[in-house]
């Protein structure tokens, strides 16, 4: 069975300083995993994936995310936080024969000036 | 543009209604799923199709259902047997449903009942 751990519910950062949202995963297979971002009221957009290439990923706006099997980890970071990047954040598992996504509860990201 | 629509963006209902919440993709994709999301929580899945005329239930289909009788469209009817209903629901679609493709999202609906 898979499941997604997000370790921290609420991540306040002053605009301009590093982000890092932390997440680990279980899986019972190789998994795909994943980042989104959604803004209030708003569907979710893809920020990045890891689908068993490269283990440092880079996505859209900045943002990165390291696989790091032997930790099951999947840790999403950005060097300088902008006030626009204020969403919650969902790191997402999906493993097995077809689609099916397993989500962490999200991290709400609070940026201030 | 490419991409998922939902409709409507709220939608009021009072108990004991049965409500349809529209998707509809034109993305080509062949998988489409149905997620609820509630405050605090990640999203939970509640159907999903990979191919038109066939759909299968998620975690928690019980007082939901689908149909599939069209590629690019993948409606939701959310009855009166579903105990807690307001939610903000979520659609999205991917190419072929595998483990690697990405889901694209729909902006969302917003159910509340009355």
């Known amino acids: 069975a898979q499941s997604v751990t997000q370790l921290d519910s609420h991540v306040s950062v002053s605009e301009g300083t590093p982000v890092l949202l932390r997440c680990n995963y279980s899986s019972s297979y190789s998994p795909s995993l994943f980042w989104y971002v959604q803004h209030p009221n708003k569907g979710l957009q893809l920020l990045l994936k890891?689908?068993?290439?490269?283990?440092l990923v880079k996505g859209i706006n900045g943002f990165e995310a390291e696989f790091k099997k032997s930790e099951t980890s999947f840790h999403l970071t950005k060097p300088s936080a902008h006030m626009s990047d204020a969403a919650e954040y969902f790191c997402?598992?999906?493993?097995?024969?077809?689609?099916?996504?397993?989500f962490g509860a999200g991290t709400q990201v609070v940026v201030t000036p | 543009d490419g991409g998922i629509t939902q409709s409507p963006k709220y939608l009021f209902r009072k108990e004991g209604q049965n409500v349809t919440l529209s998707c509809e993709q034109n993305l080509n994709h062949d998988a489409m799923y149905w997620y609820r999301q509630d405050p605090g929580q990640g999203l939970r899945l509640i159907y999903y199709s990979q191919i038109v005329n066939d759909f299968q239930k998620g975690d928690i289909a019980e007082g939901y259902s689908v149909s599939r009788e069209k590629k690019e469209s993948f409606p939701l009817t959310v009855t009166s047997a579903q105990k807690n209903p307001t939610a903000f629901y979520l659609c999205a679609s991917s190419q072929q449903g595998s483990s690697t493709d990405t889901q694209y999202f729909g902006p969302g609906t917003r159910l509340t009942v009355l």
């Open positions: 890891y689908t068993s290439a490269a283990t």
């Open positions: 997402v598992v999906s493993d097995g024969s077809w689609g099916k996504l397993q």
